[in-house]
């Protein structure tokens, strides 16, 4: 069976996801380890709850960002993952650290990208008046939410969305299609090829695997 590493640095509801996934027998993959770089991140505690081994790599003891990604990249390589799942990792990651995993690391990202990569994604979405939002899971290259798309889930923007509001809409789609994308990988089905998605033998276009949840 495919074995996973997942990065965390917080509360860690997209790792519970594939907890749940992985327990229900949907996901076709071992998590062999949850890794965070903040010590209090709740995450780490759904992790010891179902079992899987954790460990804790404090950003703020290292003195640079390359000698931090180098001492993570280590540790990640000990458990030889065929995949890295990023799940709500707040770091930037070195370019280095990045091509030695390239296709083969996951990111799941709060908007349709490439519209609003970096933060406050909700709100920008509301504030340029878009009618829809949604999340999209990728794979990790040395660009900021730049690789390829893997599948997109679009959530409507409603008149009265708060950024809180569309914000917990479009968590409830990150907990179904990360799963999805992170069984399809671990089944073969999925593949990073030069910077395109490949599912099933079959380019996807560019927004990836479309889950459209508009009424």
């Not at 027998?25 to 770089?37: E, Y």
């Not at 609003?116 to 939410?145: K, M």
């Not at 992170?182 to 889950?211: I, Q």
């Amino acid at each position: 069976m495919t074995n996973i590493v997942v990065l965390i640095s917080g509360s860690g509801t997209n790792l519970q996801a594939l907890i749940d996934a992985q327990e229900k027998g949907v996901l076709h993959a071992n998590i062999a380890a949850v890794i965070s770089n903040r010590p209090g991140a709740f995450g780490l505690e759904r992790a010891r709850l179902a079992g899987i081994p954790t460990e804790v790599i404090d950003h703020t003891g290292f003195e640079s960002r390359e000698h931090f990604d180098q001492a993570l990249q280590e540790r990640i390589d000990a458990y030889q993952p065929t995949l890295v799942v990023l799940a709500g990792f707040m770091r930037i990651l070195t370019e280095g650290f990045t091509r030695h995993f390239l296709g083969r690391m996951l990111n799941i990202h709060p908007s349709l990208l490439p519209k609003y990569q970096g933060l406050h994604t909700h709100q920008r979405a509301i504030e340029a008046g878009d009618s829809e939002h949604g999340v999209t899971v990728h794979f990790v290259t040395p660009e900021l939410d730049g690789g390829p798309n893997a599948i997109q889930a679009i959530v409507p923007i409603l008149p009265d969305d708060t950024a809180d509001s569309l914000a917990r809409r479009v968590q409830a789609q990150e907990h179904i299609i990360y799963p999805l994308a992170v069984s399809w990988f671990a089944e073969g089905r999925l593949r990073m090829d030069n910077d395109t998605c490949v599912l099933d033998g079959k380019v996807l276009p560019g927004s990836g695997y479309l889950l459209d949840t508009r009424p």
